[in-house]
């Protein structure tokens, strides 16, 4: 057997953010994978610090512009209880109406560029075509298709009137209708069944042991959701299916997505149908007393954590983030042995990274106090041993 190492990025066609990959490889096949993150660190964690609580919603967003609802709901939620700051319950819908538009934008935009890195363009401009009535909605509603700044401390900073709500409606059920004709694509097209079925498997176990979120962990056969599992605003009120797929390969990851953006639509429009009237915040509450809180939701790549400590004022003590991309990088490393070199672009597609978001991060050994990346090897010998990175 003859190991090369061929070294994956940092600039490359098959991402838009700089991340390396070093793959050890004998002839196509993949032995292992070592990630390197870091090279879009920008220190935001530390910011946090130097910024009012009000200042951090918007800086929050800026961790991932995608999921950019995701961390102002998280930011806003950690900041709430820490406050102890009731929220109306109209603003509770708003804020799951404006969450779920954000999981459309987020997984219509993978699933299209995905279709294009496996040369299906006209897939990939039919769904980047839906994406951007999804992204007019966002506007509609925000005033902007992307950084929306909707979420505040308290509620929101917009309502919907019945007009803009019998356009949302009129959108997504024609949207609705050509998305139960691209999952029959999805599942019987060879140009996608063939490069993504049977290929990057992570089985059940593999899945729990490397602590995998979201989608990738739905795409395992295991059945978890924070919308579900730990209801935060008015999801515990709302019915919606939690999908999963037991094939555990990349194809049963990309197709979570596509039946969650059917799920998405329908959680929409029960809640337009069912949104209260009443007042959409309370009065800004701009200094916290001492306290510790901890927030998570289900953003559109998984679930994801926000810890804050304040020692009252006006500024938070501390404020870690854990975002879903961080918790995945592992479990894509064991995604990657065994496989061809031509299917490491959609084995990584398949968790949907983000790499902006995950660079505030490194593995720390508890033991030593060095950091360091571990090899897919590695990770598999230490978790094995049962030790803690």
């Known amino acids: 057997m003859s190991i090369i190492e061929l070294i994956f990025g940092p600039q490359h066609p098959a991402l838009h953010e700089p991340e390396m990959f070093r793959f050890h490889v004998d002839g196509e096949k993949v032995i292992e994978a070592i990630p390197r993150i870091g090279y879009v660190h920008r220190g935001i964690e530390k910011l946090f610090e130097q910024k009012t609580h009000v200042q951090n919603i918007y800086l929050s967003e800026r961790i991932c512009g995608i999921c950019n609802v995701a961390h102002t709901l998280t930011y806003v939620n950690v900041i709430e209880r820490a406050g102890d700051i009731d929220v109306p319950p109209r603003a509770k819908y708003l804020r799951v109406i404006v969450a779920e538009l954000n999981r459309l934008h987020s997984h219509m935009l993978l699933l299209g560029a995905v279709a294009e890195l496996m040369g299906f363009t006209t897939l990939f401009m039919l769904i980047w075509r839906d994406r951007e009535k999804i992204m007019d909605l966002v506007e509609l509603i925000t005033g902007n298709r992307v950084i929306s700044a909707y979420n505040t401390i308290g509620g929101v900073r917009r309502d919907i009137d019945s007009d803009k709500a019998d356009k949302i409606r009129k959108v997504l059920l024609k949207v609705e209708e050509e998305w139960k004709e691209y999952k029959k694509t999805w599942m019987e097209d060879p140009t996608i069944t063939r490069r993504t079925m049977g290929v990057g498997i992570l089985k059940p176990r593999d899945a729990l042991k490397y602590?995998?979120?979201?989608?990738?962990?739905?795409?395992?056969?295991?059945?978890?959701?924070?919308?579900?599992?730990?209801?935060?605003?008015?999801?515990?009120?709302?019915?919606?299916?939690?999908?999963?797929?037991?094939?555990?390969?990349?194809?049963?990851?990309?197709?979570?997505?596509?039946d969650e953006i059917l799920e998405s639509i329908n959680i929409i429009l029960y809640a337009l149908d069912n949104l209260p009237q009443g007042e959409i915040r309370r009065p800004l509450v701009r200094r916290l007393p001492e306290a510790e809180a901890f927030a998570k939701t289900e953003a559109p790549r998984g679930e994801l954590v926000y810890h804050l400590y304040s020692k009252g004022g006006f500024k938070p003590y501390r404020l870690k983030v854990r975002t879903p991309t961080f918790a995945n990088i592992l479990g894509a490393t064991i995604m990657f042995k065994g496989e061809r070199i031509a299917d490491i672009p959609v084995i990584l597609g398949s968790i949907d990274?983000?790499?902006?978001?995950?660079?505030?991060?490194?593995?720390?050994?508890?033991?030593?106090?060095?950091?360091?990346?571990?090899?897919?090897?590695?990770?598999?010998?230490?978790?094995s041993r049962g030790s803690k990175p």
Request: aromatic share 12%.
């Open 211 to 258: 602590c995998v979120v979201g989608p990738v962990l739905r795409g395992s056969g295991v059945k978890s959701d924070v919308r579900k599992d730990d209801p935060y605003e008015v999801y515990g009120d709302i019915p919606f299916n939690v999908v999963t797929y037991d094939t555990c390969d990349s194809w049963a990851r990309y197709m979570v997505r596509v």
């Open 353 to 383: 990274p983000c790499f902006a978001c995950e660079d505030r991060h490194t593995i720390v050994d508890l033991r030593s106090g060095k950091s360091f990346m571990l090899s897919s090897r590695e990770i598999t010998r230490k978790f």
